[in-house]
Nanobody
Framework: QLVESGGGLVQTGGSLRLSCAASGFPSDDYTIGWFRQAPGKEVREGVSCISPSDGNTVYVDSVKGRFTISYDNAKNTVYLQMNSLKPEDTAVYYC???????????????????????WGQGTLVTVSS
């Protein structure tokens, strides 16, 4: 399973670090991604993903230079460090895992998330202006 934490309320320009703790599966065999769903939006858009086996990362343009994804092998946890937050970053953030690196990369870049294998319950991030 995947369990997210770290969400909260922060002012514009502030920072938060989200955590996604993975258990019950060999996370080295999966690619893990972060997605977000803004209030009132139906689409869960891709943010970033990482392959724990080699550290390869993908970011969407809207978060490049502001967000950093990382993986702690000892804790089986993926982190999303979010800096310079903007009101438009307000969303429920979900982590997902999939054995297909290409499928996860495509999902991150296109927000086509239908076939991803595992999802967490989400954590709310609110950025006030």
């Amino acid at each position: 399973q995947l369990v997210e934490s770290g969400g909260g309320l922060v002012q514009t320009g502030g920072s938060l670090r989200l955590s996604c703790a993975a258990s019950g599966f060999p996370s080295d065999d999966y690619t893990i991604g972060w997605f977000r769903q803004a209030p009132g939006k139906e689409v869960r858009e891709g943010v970033s993903c990482i392959s724990p086996s080699d550290g390869n990362t993908v970011y969407v343009d809207s978060v490049k230079g502001r967000f950093t994804i990382s993986y702690d092998n000892a804790k089986n946890t993926v982190y999303l460090q979010m800096n310079s937050l903007k009101p438009e970053d307000t969303a429920v953030y979900y982590c997902a895992a999939d054995r297909g690196r290409v499928r996860m990369t495509v999902a991150t870049k296109t927000s086509y998330t239908t076939n991803l294998e595992l999802w967490g319950q989400g954590t709310l991030v609110t950025v006030s202006s």
